[in-house]
């Protein structure tokens, strides 16, 4: 069965640990929009999308092993792959803040990122062999509320 997190801690439904790691990520991040201004009350998110797993083992080189989420598949889904509760804060929250920004701003990979920098005042880097995403250090501080 698949993980989803609709709204807040009381309607999510981790199947595993690290689901429930990847959850609290999501609600914060979903806690940040909502501050900025975002109705983001209809985004859920969905651990272990098959369409995600299957991007992982079936797209070649980079682009497989970089294949952790996507979104438009499912209405106001976020879909990411169970291994991505291993990527570290800073990664795991770039990654979440980069598919939000797709929901915010477009298909485009320059849509999602100019979203999340306008709309939700979040800068996503690139950054390794892999190109990952992560969120700056002070945009980790201000979505985690530290």
Known sequence: MLATAR??????????ADDGAL???FLRVK????????DVRRLWLNVGCPRVE?????????????AFAHVMHLP???????GAAALPLQVKLGLLVHEVGHLIGGPGEDDADIAALEVLGLR????GPLRLERLRREDV???MGW
């Open 124 to 127: 996503v880097e690139y950054f």
């Open 23 to 25: 959850a609290d990520a």
């Open 141 to 143: 501080r201000k979505v």
């Open 54 to 66: 299957d991007d992982r083992r079936s797209l070649s080189g980079v682009e497989g092993r970089r």
């Open 31 to 38: 806690g940040y929009a909502s501050r900025r201004g975002e």
């Open 76 to 82: 106001s889904a976020v879909c990411v792959a169970r």
């Open 7 to 16: 709204g807040d801690a009381s309607t999510m439904w981790p199947r595993r």
